[in-house]
C-alpha cells in the first residue's frame, strides 16, 4: 500500500498570504495519478487539482499544485477567506487507492 | 447533471450487515465506474472499493472479506453491502464516479451517515 503523509497537519493563515502544504508518498507515483480533494465541513470532498496540477472546473486560478515521484504539493498564492477546508491527496499506483490524513487550512 | 446519492439504514447494531444504495444520473453505469469511500466521525477518507463499467470489482484487502459491490445498470442503481459491522464501521458512507483514464473520483454523493450500535 502506497501511504501518504500530509503536512502540516493544521496550518493557519491570513488573508493574502501565500500557503503550501505537502503530500509525500511512500512509494513513486505517477504525477497523472496524484490528486488533490477539498472538503469543507459538513460537505462531501469536491475534486480540486487531478493529474498534480490541473485546476478542476471553478477551482480558483490563485490555486496550483507541482511535485513528481514521491513528494506533491499544493499552493495557494493569497489565501481567501473561502479557501478555509481540508485539503486531502489521493493517489493510485495500484490498489488500494489511498487518501492523505488532510491539511486543515484555517483563516484568520 | 451529473449526480450521485446514496441511502442506507442509518442505524445498524453490531454484528448485523448492511446494504446502501448509490443511485446516479447524467451519466450511464456502462461507461464509468463507481467508488465506495468512507470516512469516519473527524477522520480521514478511507476507499473501500470499485465497481468498473464492465462489471469487475476491486476492494480494498483490509475489509475484502466483509464488503460486496454490485450494480443494476438499468436502475442506475450500485449497491454496497457489508457484514458483520462494528462499531469502528461508524462513518459516512460515499460512492463517487471514477474517471478511469486518471484515477480520480471526479463526482461525489452527499454521503449517508451508517452508526453501529447498540
Known amino acids: 500500500e502506497n501511504v501518504l503523509t500530509q503536512s502540516p497537519a493544521i496550518m493557519s493563515a491570513s488573508p493574502g498570504e501565500k500557503v503550501t502544504m505537502t503530500c509525500r508518498a511512500s512509494?513513486?507515483?505517477?504525477?497523472?495519478?496524484l490528486h488533490w480533494y477539498q472538503q469543507k465541513s459538513g460537505a462531501s470532498p469536491k475534486l480540486w487539482i487531478y493529474s498534480t496540477s490541473n485546476l478542476a472546473s471553478g477551482v480558483p486560478a490563485r490555486f496550483s499544485g507541482s511535485g513528481s515521484g514521491t513528494s506533491y504539493s499544493l499552493t495557494i498564492s493569497s489565501v481567501e477567506a473561502e479557501d478555509a477546508a481540508t485539503y486531502y491527496c489521493q493517489q493510485y499506483s495500484g490498489y488500494p487507492w489511498t487518501f492523505g490524513g488532510g491539511t486543515k487550512l484555517e483563516i484568520k | 447533471q451529473v449526480q450521485l446519492k446514496e441511502s442506507g439504514p442509518g442505524l445498524v447494531a453490531p454484528s448485523q450487515s448492511l446494504s446502501i444504495t448509490c443511485t446516479v444520473s447524467?451519466?450511464?453505469?456502462?461507461?464509468?465506474?463507481v467508488h465506495w469511500v468512507r470516512q469516519p466521525p473527524g477522520k480521514g477518507l478511507e476507499w473501500l472499493g470499485v465497481i468498473w463499467a464492465g462489471g469487475s470489482t476491486n476492494y480494498n484487502s483490509a475489509l475484502m472479506s466483509r464488503l460486496s459491490i454490485s450494480k443494476d445498470n438499468s436502475k442506475s442503481q450500485v449497491f454496497l453491502k457489508m457484514n458483520s459491522l462494528q462499531t469502528d464501521d461508524t462513518a459516512m458512507y460515499y460512492c463517487a464516479r471514477g474517471e478511469i483514464t486518471k484515477r480520480d473520483f471526479d463526482y461525489w454523493g452527499q454521503g449517508t451517515t451508517l452508526t453501529v450500535s447498540s
Open positions: 512509494s513513486s507515483v505517477s504525477s497523472s495519478y
Open positions: 447524467g451519466f450511464s453505469l456502462t461507461s464509468y465506474g
